[in-house]
């Protein structure tokens, strides 16, 4: 299903979930459409729905070039890492664990094809999804020392956001779903 028809099929429950996304998605006037459809495609694979990964990434692959497509799956696997890696620095108390060294390879991180500001707008957005504060603050001062402005930071935010609670919604329509035939067969089992 296209990304479009996932998310006028989403139920009444996200109505707000859809006026949100027409407003930052479809009528978006913040970003550039680079940046816009980075962050689609990145908060997608972040939020882990099948579905909604599946349909981000076909659309954006529309209006990315495929440099660019590469440049934003490379930021959301790394982000994916580096997220639970910085995560657990910062809620350990235990202070020798900032002092040694990471040795994970985090290339993507530069030689990525597209401008820095994109790719760490990216790597922001995703770094909110996994709630990763580390991780958040040193990309936010990454952008924030090239020149983007709060309002920048805050329209990728929101799109991440908005993309986040459309992936739960999606999986727990899919979830009530599979229950609910999970119990039409289960009678039909029993008799048998």
Known sequence: MNL???????PSSAK???????SLVRNNSELTPQQLWGTVAVSAM????ASLTAAALDAAAAQLSPAALEAAKSAAGIMGMNNIFYRFHHLSSNP?????????????LRGHGVEDVDF???????SAINGCGKCVDAHENVVRGKGATEELV???????????AI???LDSVQAQS???LAMEVEPANATA
Do not use: C, F, Q
Not at 4 to 10: C, F, P, R, S, V
Not at 46 to 49: F, G, N
Not at 99 to 108: D, I, K, Q, S, V
């Open 4 to 10: 479009d028809a996932l998310i006028d099929n989403l």
């Open 16 to 22: 707000d979930l859809k006026l949100n996304y027409s």
């Open 46 to 49: 972040a939020t882990r729905s």
């Open 96 to 108: 020798k664990y900032a002092t040694m060294p990471a040795r994970l390879r985090m290339n993507g």
């Open 120 to 126: 760490e707008l990216w790597s922001l957005a995703v």
């Open 154 to 164: 805050l329209a990728v935010v929101r799109v991440a956001a908005v993309i986040h």
């Open 167 to 169: 992936g739960v919604v």
């Open 178 to 180: 599979a229950s609910v």
